[in-house]
């Protein structure tokens, strides 16, 4: 693992800010509130050259991302039904804070045409933020619809990719990954696409069109690192707009809560 700020040629690896949870957690002997993310997240990220910058949702302040080359929106608990205009299923469970940072940071990097990887949540939030709907609990509407084996223990789920699409060109036309989800897409966003879809209907992957990269996929790539092809793919386009970008977020539209 590389642990420097440049790779073996003296270029500096692309910034990647990584979204968190906050919540009560351990550490030795302690207990208490804590900014947090799966190392698997810390893992993909380095190992496919980028350096992880964690951005946890106290503070938020978009102008963070002037100083980043991409952004990781990274897995959770459920986006507030309210922000789609939804009542909320028994089984869903939110958190407003994390909720309103992650939107914001979501906003600020589409506006400023920053690479994006939207990671189960994370989709879902992309979503939302263009206008989109949600699913609240995938088995009340396909009963085969069910990617959490067991708490704690991610499945696996299938599919195909759509022509022209960055899952294809990073894929191939079908993949297989880690899952773990029981909420899912259902009205697509503004500008976005369906670019993956498993066997049984459900949408793997939303992309928005021709508007630079912005993936969202509904599984968990970060948790197979034998395949980092979406990662590698990821911090090639955050290289290349850390090579070209010049203008501040803050000054492209991007919001501030």
Known sequence: MVLSG?????????????TTYYQPAAWGVWEGDAALIPGSYLAAITAAGGVPVLLPPVGTDVRVLDGLDGLVTAGGTDVDPSLYGQDPHPLTLSQPVRDSHDLALTTAAL???MPLLAICRGAQILNVALGGTLIQHLPDIRAEADYRPAPGVFGEVSFTTAPDSIMESLLGGAGTAPCYHHQGIADLGRGLRVTAVAPEGTVEAIEQVGRGWVLGVQFHPEQDPADLRLFAG?????ADYR?????????????RP
Not at 6 to 18: A, C, E, K, N, Q
Not at 234 to 238: C, D, G, K, L, P
């Open 6 to 18: 440049s790779d073996v040629g003296g270029t500096p690896r692309p910034l990647i800010g990584l």
């Open 111 to 113: 506006a400023a045409g």
């Open 234 to 238: 990821f911090i090639t386009a955050a």
């Open 243 to 255: 090579a070209r970008r010049s203008t501040p977020v803050a000054d492209l539209g991007g919001i």
